[in-house]
């Protein structure tokens, strides 16, 4: 067996999904250079999460946000960006298994949230999953499950709206652009549950602030937000 995985990496090299430099021993998604260029973020917003360039959050004194605390593990570089891009696009499943072990040292590290009783992605319209072929949010909240030993329950949000790519639109248009954009699937009893909502990157806040306010509707107990990244 370790002869034939030595002549499939001889023909088919596996190279770093940032860089492409060819991989050596122990390294598994990124070169050691790239994997040490992810930034962590670890001084922000107490509710938002949002980096602090002072005292005060400008993003909370501008917004209503619904859920109780949100965080992202990385800021959004050049490496994040590839590697989520591969994910999103390429359904590079490694990658997701990659970001699960890192957002569990994280949590190790940091204890970001009180108790969580479920795990749950932001979802993609049936029509958008059927092209793509899955949900990249789904993938990383299978894997973060994976990792922290917490249920995973892919089918607790439902995409209702058909919504635009939210890339190029502002922060107004963004919130409107998913304004009632989901429901809550009724076969789960959410009261009183604190619920993590895992998305790949953090931009403006709206999908997950839309979600977030649905769920209060439902009267569950704490809405937490995990990104992998924060633009």
């Known amino acids: 067996m370790n ?8 023909i088919f090299p596996k190279i770093c999904f940032s860089c492409d430099r060819r991989l050596v021993k122990n390294e598994k998604v990124l070169c050691n250079k790239c994997e040490n260029s992810l ?22 004194q501008v917004n209503d946000f619904y859920f109780d605390k949100a965080r992202s593990i990385y800021k959004f570089n050049d490496t994040v960006q590839k590697l989520i891009h591969e994910l999103k696009y390429n359904d590079f499943k490694i990658i997701a298994k990659f970001f699960g072990r890192k957002v569990n040292n994280y949590f190790e590290k ?5 108790k969580i009783d479920m795990i ?14 899955f949900n990249q ?6 894997a973060i499950s994976d990792q922290i030993n917490i249920k995973h329950i892919p089918k607790l949000l439902k995409r209702t709206k058909f919504t635009d790519s ?4 502002s922060r107004s248009e963004r919130q409107n652009n998913v304004a009632e954009a989901f429901k809550v699937n009724a076969k789960f009893d959410v009261k009183g549950k604190n619920i993590l909502v895992v998305d790949d990157v953090f931009t403006t806040g709206s999908t997950v602030n839309s979600i977030s306010r ?10 937490f937000i995990f990104t992998i990244a924060r633009a």
């Open 120 to 133: 749950v992605p932001v979802p993609l319209h049936r029509t958008k999953k059927r092209s793509r072929g």
């Open 166 to 169: 939210q890339t190029k639109l």
């Open 3 to 10: 002869l034939l995985n030595s002549l499939i990496d001889l």
């Open 39 to 60: 930034e962590i973020i670890t001084n922000v917003c107490d509710i938002c999460g949002s980096i602090l360039e002072s005292e005060n959050c400008n993003i909370c």
């Open 137 to 142: 949010s789904e993938l990383l909240a299978s």
């Open 214 to 223: 649905l769920l209060r509707e439902q009267d569950v107990g704490k809405i």
């Open 110 to 114: 940091f204890s970001p949230f009180s």
